[in-house]
């Protein structure tokens, strides 16, 4: 079994910061591609950013040069420091991790999610 638990959301206004982490547990052998996700009420699912276990970096299209993905390989733990936090950005978070467990068999995790709303 493997868990993903992300905290770190909240409610903010316009303009200020948040860090988003996930931390992943259980029968891990190795952590490859992690990332973040967010998903509004009606709307389909979106990457956010993405980041390989070595350290290659995507960003979605609305995000990129005010949010910054990091991981700490050692702990299994990703995060996500957001700034200049628009209304827009209001959504639900998930982390996402693809896990080689301890049985080698490789797959992709999902967190429960962690709320963030911007107000204006």
């Known amino acids: 079994q493997v868990h993903l638990v992300e905290s770190g959301g909240g409610l903010v206004q316009a303009g200020e910061s948040l860090r988003l982490s996930c931390a992943a547990s259980g029968s891990i052998f190795s952590v490859n591609d992690m990332g973040w996700y967010r998903q509004a009420p009606g709307k389909q699912r979106k990457l956010v950013a993405r980041i390989t276990s070595g350290g290659t970096i995507v960003y979605g299209n609305s995000v990129e040069g005010r949010f910054t993905i990091s991981r700490d390989n050692a702990k299994n733990t990703l995060y996500l420091q957001m700034n200049s936090l628009k209304p827009e950005d209001t959504s639900k978070y998930y982390c996402?991790?693809?896990?080689?467990?301890?049985?080698?068999?490789?797959?992709?995790?999902w967190g429960q999610g962690t709320q963030v709303t911007v107000s204006s």
């Open positions: 996402m991790a693809e896990v080689t467990t301890t049985a080698r068999s490789t797959s992709y995790y």
